[in-house]
């Protein structure tokens, strides 16, 4: 993964928050520039994984994977959305 900002490829993970059932979030921090940005993880078929010698022998997807996002946020009634704020 790589700095949307600047294309460096070494960051952190900030923070991870696991505690919400079925979600996995992390902030990342990019090594190089600061930018900060959220991943999330998702859960992929096995059949979407193959094992690459190019990589130390780690998993890798071996198929394109389209994830199909299914997100509402539920706000109370007369609640108006909150500021999106870039980091």
């Not at 979030?25 to 059949?47: D, I, L, M, N, P």
């Not at 998993?59 to 500021?83: A, I, M, N, Q, S």
């Amino acid at each position: 993964m790589q700095c949307p900002k600047c294309s460096h490829n070494r960051h952190r993970a900030a923070i991870t928050n696991s505690r919400v059932l079925d979600q996995v979030v992390r902030k990342r921090v990019c090594e190089e520039c600061g930018h900060q940005w959220f991943t999330v993880e998702a859960e992929v078929s096995r059949y979407s994984i193959g094992w690459s010698s190019e990589h130390q022998n780690k998993p890798v997807l071996r198929v394109p994977v389209t994830l199909e996002l299914d997100f509402v946020p539920c706000l109370p009634p007369g609640r108006p959305p909150l500021p999106h704020y870039e980091l």
